[in-house]
């Protein structure tokens, strides 16, 4: 359970990161290393270098425009937590990541590591692609932003190179009177839940659903949407009937596989009833 | 690698290896054994300290990583003699009974209740989800912080309580 050698460096740079990256195939970027030492005490990743993030100046930084809500990669689950403005700027973000872990996980992990991590049971890959969150990533040959619906690619695989780093990740403005839910279960609080769901829709003129974004924790490939229950949302009004049915949409519309802690068919069932509790509480949800 | 960092009010610069967890490090190169090792893989608590005022799970750390912190461990929750208003509270709600786990849940709820005194019982609740007792079902333990809250409430903005 001691963890494997490896060499150790601070940069200060985000360039001098890259560079690092860039000449050392073999090395990982480290942030709170909530994921990441776990996983070298297992043995199950052995990097020969450590790249530390945590000289950057400024990669902790939560700004709030209006163009939406950006967040440093080394911002910390408890700055999110403990940040005034934001739950009313992201309040399912804000919501989601009450569900991280344990306190003192959330005083060290960072969002950043969350995503470059990509486990499809994590709160925070789901969020980036129910939210249509900006990633702003940094390379040998410059930045470049990838979508989070083409930066997720399967459990613990994503778009970011071997020699890239995370800068940042912008959310989109929030609407006002936007309905919006998080619920997810989980055994005991702060394991990874079981299955879990975000979702938020605005309201047309008639009362009606629309722009529904409906994203999946634990029960899915990778962290994603669900098209064809946000299509069954999309012109309805949310009453029992539709929770309902868009949860039953939902249910056959994940993708999880059975293992040790749940089978498939109990983690897509979860899958449903949680959408559809979910659709009441944002649909009864004061504007 | 060289690294300069305090431990319970002492400055200390000293030569770490990389691979080693501030787990480790304190309690096998410092020989301050207050600090408990479980799980060693971020689960248990046991190994709980308080860096820059914040509590997180010293296994999960590299003693590199602490390098200009302030590192507050359970004896420095200690007072010279007798023991700490939240100690006491423990002692007298008989908050432990083989005290492997002590050592985290006293550092987990010093660092809770210095920066949030008037935390609710259900808040307590949550915050100590991330610790694990096998001897005493945790009510006694969240009754022995709830009672330590007037001690936090009172030295809220004494300099001293502010040091961890």
């Known amino acids: 359970m001691k963890l494997p050698n490896f060499e150790y460096v601070a940069p200060s740079t985000p360039a001098e990161v890259v560079r690092l990256l860039a000449a050392n195939p073999e090395a990982k970027l480290i942030a709170g290393g909530q994921s990441l030492l776990p996983t070298m005490a297992f043995r199950l990743a052995q990097p020969a270098m450590l790249i530390d993030v945590r000289n950057l100046r400024g990669l902790d930084r939560i700004v709030i425009d209006s163009s939406g809500v950006s967040l440093g990669a080394r911002t910390r689950w408890v700055d999110i937590e403990t940040d005034a403005e934001l739950a009313t700027a992201q309040p399912l973000l804000v919501e989601a990541i009450r569900h991280v872990a344990h306190y003192q996980v959330r005083n060290r992990g ?4 969350s995503l470059a991590h990509a486990d499809p ?5 789901c969020i980036a692609a129910t ?11 410059g930045e470049r932003h990838v979508n989070a619906s083409n930066f997720f690619m399967g459990p613990l695989t994503t778009a970011l190179a071997d020699d890239e780093m995370i800068l940042d990740v912008h959310l989109p403005a929030w609407a006002p009177g936007r309905k919006w839910a998080f619920s997810e279960f989980a055994r005991r609080p702060g394991d990874f839940a079981l299955a879990g769901v975000a979702l938020f829709y605005d309201i047309d003129q008639e009362q009606r659903a629309c722009n529904a ?10 962290s994603k949407r669900m098209p064809a229950a946000e299509d069954a949302l999309n012109g309805k009004r949310v009453d029992a009937d539709t929770a309902a049915a868009v949860g039953a949409i939902a249910s056959g519309e994940a993708d999880p596989t059975d293992d040790f802690h749940a089978s498939a068919a109990y983690r897509k069932a979860l899958v449903g009833t949680l959408l559809e509790r979910s659709l009441l509480t944002a649909a009864n949800r004061p504007s | 690698m060289n690294i300069n960092f305090e431990l319970n009010g002492k400055r200390i610069e000293i030569d770490a290896p990389a691979r080693m967890t501030l787990a480790d490090f304190i309690r096998h190169q410092l020989m301050q054994t207050g600090t408990h090792v479980g799980c060693e893989h971020g689960v248990c608590g046991a190994c709980t300290v308080i860096v820059d005022g914040d509590a997180v799970r010293s296994c999960l750390m590299l003693a590199v990583q602490a390098d200009g912190s302030k590192v507050t461990t359970v004896e420095g929750l200690t007072p010279p003699e007798g023991l700490s208003p939240l100690q006491q509270c423990f002692r007298e709600h008989h908050a432990l009974q083989c005290g492997f786990c002590t050592p985290g849940f006293l550092t987990t709820a010093h660092a ?4 949030e005194p008037d935390a609710d019982k259900e808040r307590i609740r949550h915050v100590l989800s991330g610790n694990l007792c ?11 912080v709830c009672a330590a809250r007037s001690a936090y409430a009172k030295s809220a903005r004494s300099p001293d309580n502010e040091s961890a």
Do not use: F, Q
Request: neutral net charge; charged residues 15%; aromatic residues 6%.
């Open chain 1, 121 to 125: 049971a994590s709160e925070m890959p």
């Open chain 2, 134 to 144: 096998r001897c005493t079902g945790y009510i006694p333990i969240v009754d022995a």
């Open chain 1, 213 to 222: 974004h409906i994203g999946v924790v634990g029960a899915c490939y990778y």
């Open chain 2, 112 to 115: 809770l209740l210095t920066k």
């Open chain 1, 131 to 141: 939210c249509e969150a900006n990633l702003r990533l940094l390379g040998p040959h």
């Open chain 1, 110 to 113: 960072t969002i950043g590591g």
